[in-house]
């Protein structure tokens, strides 16, 4: 039987073959990137940096005034702050070194 990596390499090359963008995500990327999520503080901690990650690359395309409404109705205002203000921390330091 094939394992997760065997089952990820043949979908890339499938997708790769067609020409569609694809994007790993999540507990799947972080343990193909040998970052197993092994306690659920470590996975949330991971879950923060994933979202972090999509947020500094997509900041410009975001619909702030969504995730702030998901945010209020999830109840995950406090994590969403921190999201932005790190993400906002980033994007300026990219910045100011002529890397963003």
Excluded: C, N
């Amino acid at each position: 039987m094939a394992g997760q990596g065997d089952f990820l390499e043949a979908l890339i090359g499938k997708l790769d073959k067609q020409g569609i963008a694809y994007m790993l995500s999540g507990s799947v990327s972080s343990s193909l990137h040998g970052q197993p999520r092994a306690t659920k503080d470590r996975r949330s901690e991971q879950q923060f940096r994933d979202a972090l990650g999509v947020a500094l690359v997509q900041w410009r395309h975001l619909d702030k005034d969504y995730l702030h409404k998901w945010a209020g109705q999830l109840h995950i205002e406090g994590q969403l702050k921190q999201l932005v203000e790190q993400a906002a921390e980033v994007l300026e330091e990219q910045e100011e070194s002529g890397d963003g």
